[in-house]
């Protein structure tokens, strides 16, 4: 047996040896006598173990080029864009392809694309894939040299004409996906690198195996005003991006959403908010018991920014929940039934809990929801008087949940006045901030003194009193939710501080 006969042998790969013999043969050319057969042999099979992959798990950036048998899972569109020095736009068509151990775009170029974008590809086929991994905006991706359709091979992926959130995976594009809505937000705009202004909107929905957010880009922003919390809805068209870890449904020119005549479901799976430890990111859901005015406070870089605080209650306690940004515009009353998923729990005030529902944050207003262990008009009627028992389900079956008279603590504030970190001052303090507030009015220059919790730690400290916001210069470390006297002077609407009471 010769050298070429060794090497092949021990080598595991489909090329039939012909092929491999032909390989050493033009290798040993090509390095004009530089190596013998053995050596171009090698050259050779360390290529061929390069390219092949047992699956497109196994595809990672860095190998020179990969082999792999995969199914068309989704066909993009021809996009065009101009390269450096060169006179003729590119071209290029995203396919995703998918085989028994995951997905991955793929690209073809210039002619191959254009092919592609006339039809000669379609979603089903199974393609024999050469190419170049990279890595891509969605991880890894393969640039195409060659493919050729396998209409012999089989390749077991389910290939759906609707997902449900489950199935929902990174890469994946042509996405249609029916949802309740949950939650909807605002219209934003940006500024891009070339100069343009984009806009962007978010949506959250939900359905009985999960739930998603989705980006609403540009012209398609609008639409997350067109829908209200508790519609079923379908997004047509949508592909799969990653952020901060989660996977997200965005849409963009190509996709849509649409109004449906049947009911989405979506049930959450809540945690018990007598259950809750620091640090978690869970789901709660429970009657509103308390539900404080928005306010707004000024950020370190000068931006403005707003929280508001509700109570929140289910039958194994209550906790503080902030809205911040755009969830502090949420229409929120007493004895509605809130759901809010991806709620961060954090130290609050005096020891206490608290929820912190940010950008990421899902919250869902329920106001016919059904009251356990009354009626919706005695919910309403003792969430009105102040009582905690309006979704709690106290009854005579529960002799340790407090009565309505018990509802507000003594050691908290009932004008509003509390934190965005934790519960606010008490009915003294509170009186005493009206006066200091007055009392700030004075001049620049003057000395004087101000109560208020502390929505902002850091430099320069914020304190809040519930009507207003002061800005503070001091060296004293300050906690997040923790109520303050300050006296100092006055300069415009920041005090700097000479002594923290």
Do not use: C
Not at 246 to 255: D, I, K, P, Q, T
Not at 408 to 424: I, L, P, T
């Amino acid at each position: 047996m010769g050298a070429i006969e060794e090497v092949y042998e021990d080598l595991d790969t489909e090329v039939e040896f012909e092929e491999f013999e032909a390989a050493v043969e033009e290798k040993v050319e090509q390095m004009g006598g530089l190596a013998d057969e053995e050596t171009a042999a090698m050259l050779i099979a360390h290529e061929l173990r390069d390219e092949e992959v047992n699956g497109i798990a196994d595809v990672e950036p860095g190998m020179d080029e990969v082999k792999f048998l995969a199914k068309v899972v989704s066909v993009g569109e021809l996009r065009t864009f101009e390269r450096d020095g060169e006179d003729e736009d590119g071209r290029v068509v995203n396919v995703e392809v998918a085989d028994e151990t995951g997905r991955i775009r793929v690209s073809f170029w210039d002619e191959i694309a254009e092919s592609i974008a006339d039809g000669e590809l379609e979603v089903g086929q199974v393609l024999r894939i050469k190419g170049r991994p990279k890595d891509g905006y969605n991880g890894v991706e393969v640039n195409v040299d060659q493919a050729e359709p396998d209409p012999d091979a089989e390749v077991d992926v389910q290939i759906l004409d609707s997902y449900r959130v489950e199935d929902i995976s990174l890469g994946l594009s042509d996405v249609n996906l029916k949802g309740q809505v949950l939650d909807s937000g605002t219209v934003r705009t940006f500024s891009r690198d070339d100069g343009s202004e984009g806009r962007v909107s978010n949506l959250a929905l939900g359905d009985p195996t999960g739930r998603i957010r989705v980006t609403l880009w540009d012209d398609k922003a609008d639409l997350a005003e067109e829908f209200s919390a508790g519609e079923s809805v379908e997004v047509v068209d949508g592909y799969v991006r990653e952020r901060d870890g989660n996977l997200e449904l965005h849409v963009g020119s190509r996709g849509a959403i649409e109004r449906l005549d049947e009911t989405v479901q979506y049930v959450p799976e809540t945690t018990d908010i007598g259950s809750l430890e620091i640090g978690q990111t869970v789901d709660i859901a429970g009657g509103v018991v308390e539900a404080d005015p928005k306010r707004t406070f000024e950020r370190n870089d000068g931006s403005e920014g707003q929280v508001r605080n509700i109570r929140v209650k289910d039958d194994t306690g209550d906790v503080r929940v902030a809205l911040w940004g755009e969830k502090a515009d949420t229409e929120v009353e007493l004895a509605d039934h809130v759901v809010l998923a991806d709620v961060e729990i954090k130290d609050g005030w005096q020891e206490d809990i608290e929820a912190s529902a940010g950008w990421r944050s899902t919250v869902t207003v329920q106001k016919d929801a059904p009251v356990s262990g009354s009626s919706e008009d005695d919910a309403a009627s003792n969430a009105n008087a102040g009582g905690l028992s309006a979704f709690g389900g106290e009854s005579d079956g529960n002799p340790d949940a407090p009565d309505s008279s018990e509802s507000v603590d003594s050691s908290e504030s009932v004008d509003g006045s509390e934190s965005a970190g934790g519960s606010g001052s008490s009915a003294a303090s509170g009186a005493a901030t009206a006066a200091v507030g007055a009392e700030t009015e004075n001049a620049d220059g003057e000395t004087v003194e101000f109560t208020g919790t502390v929505v902002q730690a850091g430099d320069p400290v914020i304190l809040d009193d519930g009507t207003e916001t002061r800005s503070v210069d001091t060296g004293a470390k300050l906690r997040l939710g923790e109520t303050v006297t300050v006296r100092g002077t006055l300069s415009g609407d920041r005090i700097d501080v000479d002594e923290v009471l």
